[in-house]
C-alpha cells in the first residue's frame, strides 16, 4: 500500500507544473561589500544553527554568527578579522574537541599563506606554527578536511597552483607533508579537488582539478600510495579541449546526478563545462552535450542542491571574470534526462563570480544561496529560498559523525531508500571539498517527494573495506529543523 501511494504521488507531481524558483535577499545592509572570493558555512559555536565565515580580497574577513536566521559579524570579537587578501577556508575539526577549527588560506605576502585557527568555545586561537602548518610563498587554492590514512583524525590536504600539492598527516595535532611520499605531490596547476571512493574498493581517492591546459588527475588510494588514472577513466580533460592554455578545470563536484546511487563527477572549466555519469568499474561516460550543460565559458565552481525537492540533484554554476569580461551564472534544474536553465532575474542581476555554497541557514528545511563575487561592485549576497513552507518541511538533513561523536567522515556516503524497500530517494557525499577554494562542515540535505518514513544508510570507506550503518523507520517530519544524527560503524572508537 505504502509504496502505491508513493509511486501515485510521484506521478501526479510529474504531470503538475513546476514553480519558477524564487530567492530573496537576506540582511542585503549588511551583505552589501564587495571583493569576495571565499565562502564556508559551519556551528562553530554549537548552538544548532550554521555560522557563515566570508574571505575578503584584502578588507577585513568576517564570521557571521547565526542566532535563529539573524546574522552578525562576530569576527573581529573570535578573532578571525585577517585584513590579508583571502582565497581560501575550511572548516574541520583538527584536534578531536567537538567543535570545527578553521584553515584561512591568503594570497602571498609576508607571513605563511596559511593560517590554523583552533576554535576555543567560539574564540579562534591562531596555533599555525606549533601546528607545523607555516607555509611560505605560495598560491593556496582548495584546502580539504579529510582522513586519509583513517587514523580517525583529520589531514589536510592543499591544492596550489605554483607549487606541488601538499598532502599534511595528522599526528595529534602536529601536521607533516607527506605528499610526496604517497604520491600526491602533483606540481601541475591544481586549483580544485574533491575526495570521493571513486572505484568503490573501501578507501578515498582524489580528483584534482588543473588549470592552464594541463590535465586533472584522479588519484586512486592502493593502500596509502596514489596513482594516476584519470586518463584511463576518461577523465583527463574534464570536457574541455586537451592542451589549451586557455582552457582548464577551477572546480570538480561529486554528485548522483542520475539518482543511480553512484557519485558522478561535474567539472566547472574554463571551456566548455563537463558532465561525466559514473557506470561503475572505473568507467565515466561524457554526457555534458546530452544532458545541455557543455556551455563554452569560464566558470569557477559548481555547488550541487535539490533546492525544489522533487528528489533531484540540481546545480549552481559560476561564471568568472576574465580578460574585462564578466560571465553570466546559471541555476540549472535537474530534469532526470537533463538540465534546464532556471536562474531568477535577481540572481542574474547580481556580480558574483566565485564563492557558491547552499545552506539550510534558517532551519525551514529547503536550502539557500550564499554568493561572493571578486569585484569592488560584486557581492556576498545570503538568499533566502522561498519553496513554499509544506514544499520546504519534504527534506531530511544527516549529520554522520564517527564513532566518538566527531565530524572525521569527510567522503562518507549517505543514501536514503524508502522504508523496507532498497528504491533509493536520494545519494549524498559528505562534503569534501565544495564552493570556491572552500569547505564547508554540515549535514547533508535530501529533498524528498513526500514525509514517508525513509532508511538512512551511511557508508563510510576505510582500510579496504566499505562499512555500512543503517538507521531504519526514520519519520522525517520528527526531524523538521534538526539533523538525523548518525555515529558511523567502521570509525574510530
Known sequence: MRTTLIAS???????????????????????????????????????????????????????????????????????????????????????GDGDPDLLVGFAPGEASVLRLYRNDGGHFTDVTEAAGLTTGSAAVRQPVWVDVDGDGDLDLFVAFRDRPNALFRNDGGRFTDVAKEIGLADPRKSVGAVWFDADEDGDLDLYVANMDGDANGLFLNDGGRFTDAAERAGLAWGGRAPRDETNGTVRPCAADVDGDGRFDLFTANYGPNGLFLNRGGLRFEDVSKAWGIAIDSRYDTCAFADFDHDGRLDFYVNGTVTGGVSYRDYLFRNTGHGFEDVTPENILALNADHGVEWADFDGDGDLDLALTGAQKDGTHALLRNLLPAADARRSLEVRVLDARGRATLAGAEVRVHAAGTRRLLGARLVDSGSGYNAQSDQPVHIGLATLEPVDVEVVVPRAGRRVTTTIRSVDPAQHAGRALVVRAAGSSE
Open 9 to 95: 504521488v510521484l506521478a501526479l507531481a510529474a504531470l503538475s507544473p513546476v514553480p519558477s524558483p524564487r530567492f530573496e535577499p537576506v540582511q542585503p545592509e549588511l551583505f552589501s561589500a564587495g571583493g569576495t572570493l571565499v565562502n564556508a558555512w559551519a556551528d562553530y559555536d554549537g548552538d544548532g544553527d550554521l555560522d557563515l565565515f566570508v574571505g575578503f580580497n584584502g578588507a577585513a574577513n568576517r564570521l557571521y554568527r547565526n542566532d535563529r536566521g539573524v546574522l552578525t559579524d562576530v569576527a573581529a570579537s573570535a578573532g578571525v578579522a585577517d585584513a590579508r587578501p583571502t582565497r581560501a577556508a575550511a572548516w574541520g575539526d583538527y584536534d
